[in-house]
């Protein structure tokens, strides 16, 4: 285990994803005084751009760790790099964007900016040089005075959840955005709206369960416009708790 890079990537993926979406969760309360879903699939705490980044970070910045200088900037463009990329690729495959910085200073695109670069920066140094000797330790010590084969049950059982949940969240996403599409009157970049999705997504997965789940989910219509569907499905609830609110 100790040897074997495949597992140690597996357990940092885990561990990273559920850690980025606690502190993703924290930031939603301080900056918009809610308490709203940020995980990327629909079931378990995980937010897999952390999860991503943090592997990256671990394996390619490590050498760097002494330098807090050459950690930070390599970090922000990493981390810049990766975030692109997730919101990208989440475009094209599943047709939606989940943020959009278009409105932000030194913007690219809308999907990464200079305020979130930096930071990733800081993300970089703290995740390198502070957090990830710990848990390394702690793997360590699970290894050795707990066990080897239980560790690896509960690592191979999570990424199977994780799996299942992707393949999920992909079905459940590509109807709603079909419904949507026919129930508003939208013209969404990539979806047909004359398909028929399959039945189980359309009757388990409502307009509440996907916007609770995705609350800043975002679109692209046929005129290149971007569309909140916060704003579309208005009367659809998409927090847990607003703080403040009576």
């Not at 810049?80 to 989440?90: A, L, Q």
Request: aromatic share 18%.
């Amino acid at each position: 285990m100790k040897k074997s890079i495949f597992w140690k990537i597996l357990i940092y993926f885990i561990i990273y994803s559920i850690g980025g979406f606690l502190l993703e969760t924290i930031y939603a309360i301080f900056t918009k005084g809610m308490l709203e879903s940020r995980q990327s699939f629909l079931y378990g705490p995980f937010c897999i751009v952390y999860g991503i980044a943090a592997i990256c970070f671990i394996f390619l910045l490590k050498k760097y760790k002494n330098n807090n200088v050459k950690l930070f900037i390599y970090g922000l463009v990493l981390g810049c790099t990766i975030e692109y990329m997730s919101s990208y690729i989440g475009e094209l495959l599943l047709h939606v964007k989940w943020w959009d910085y278009s409105n932000d200073f030194l913007n690219i695109n809308g999907r990464t900016c200079l305020y979130y670069a930096v930071l990733w920066g800081f993300l970089s140094i703290v995740l390198v040089k502070y957090i990830n000797p710990w848990l390394d330790k702690m793997i360590d010590f699970i290894i050795e005075k707990i066990s080897n084969k239980i560790l690896k049950l509960a690592v191979s059982s999570i990424t199977l959840f994780m799996i299942v949940d992707g393949i999920i969240t992909c079905y459940a996403l590509d109807a709603f955005l079909v419904r949507v599409a026919n129930e508003y009157n939208i013209n969404i970049n990539g979806i047909d709206s004359k398909k028929v999705s399959d039945l189980y997504f359309v009757d388990n997965f409502s307009n509440e369960k996907m916007m609770m789940t995705y609350p800043n989910m975002i679109i692209v219509n046929d005129k290149n416009e971007v569309v909140y569907l916060e704003t579309v499905l208005s009367g659809v609830k998409n927090y847990y708790y607003k703080f403040g609110s009576k």
